[in-house]
């Protein structure tokens, strides 16, 4: 069970840009969402998804799409990169087969995106 | 707007001692409570997670409470050992929302031999 993969792990890009960040989970899990991490914020939910086909918007979701068209992946997709995008991304995901609260989220690694 | 805050930002301790980090929230409407560690340069990992009809959770050294009424979450971490240097994160579910998480900001820890 490798859980929660990310790639790349780091990446730079030059604003304007476009890029794909990369999520897969091989537990089977139907949900899973994007977050960003900034110093001082936090992490925030930029989309999310509870099934194949499925996907909802987060706090944070200006200037990201997202798609799922199978239960393992979710990938992210900036559009045109900006600077206010430098952040560290993490996928996370979590099963909703269990009820009454007992759903614990995993997560990948992250990916650091660093936009001049 | 669901609101979670943790005090304090950064802690540093001698190893052995026992210690409380705190999370709270604005909105008792919740699902769950789950707090995480976070390593430098690392993902999450999930330390333990309170249904909100729970009032507390135990794992090793570790011990979480919940008191849904008045927004609170207690970490008690007891004989604290330098491998425990880390950021906690506490993040909570509100009711009605599946899985999406409102977290904290951390409280960045470092325990000293």
């Known amino acids: 069970n490798a859980g929660v993969t990310q790639t790349p792990k780091f990446q730079v890009l030059k604003t304007g840009q476009s890029m794909t960040l990369q999520c897969a989970q091989d537990m089977n899990h139907e949900y899973m969402s994007w977050y960003r991490q900034d110093p001082g914020m936090g992490l925030r939910l930029i989309h999310y998804?509870?099934?194949?086909?499925?996907?909802d918007q987060g706090e944070v979701p200006n200037g990201y799409n997202v798609s799922r068209s199978t239960t393992e992946d979710f990938p992210l997709r900036l559009l045109s990169a900006a600077p206010s995008q430098t952040s560290v991304y993490f996928c996370a995901s979590s099963s909703l087969r269990e009820r009454g609260g007992r759903e614990t989220q995993y997560f990948g690694p992250g990916t650091r995106l660093l936009v001049l | 707007k669901q609101e979670v805050t943790q005090i304090p930002a950064a802690l540093s301790v001698p190893e052995g001692e026992n210690l409380v980090l705190n999370c709270s929230f604005t909105?008792?409407?919740?699902?769950?409570l789950q707090w995480f560690r976070q390593d430098p340069g690392k993902g999450l990992t999930s330390l333990l997670l309170?249904?909100?009809?729970?009032r507390e959770q135990t794992s090793g050294r570790l011990n979480a409470s919940l008191d849904k009424s008045s927004g609170r979450s207690t970490l008690y971490i007891a004989a604290s050992q330098p491998g425990d240097s880390a950021t906690y994160l506490c993040a909570v579910k509100g009711v009605g929302k599946p899985d999406k998480l409102i977290f904290g900001t951390g409280t960045r820890l470092q325990v000293f031999p």
């Open positions: 309170i249904q909100s009809s729970q």
């Open positions: 998804s509870v099934g194949a086909g499925i996907t």
């Open positions: 909105d008792s409407a919740i699902y769950n």
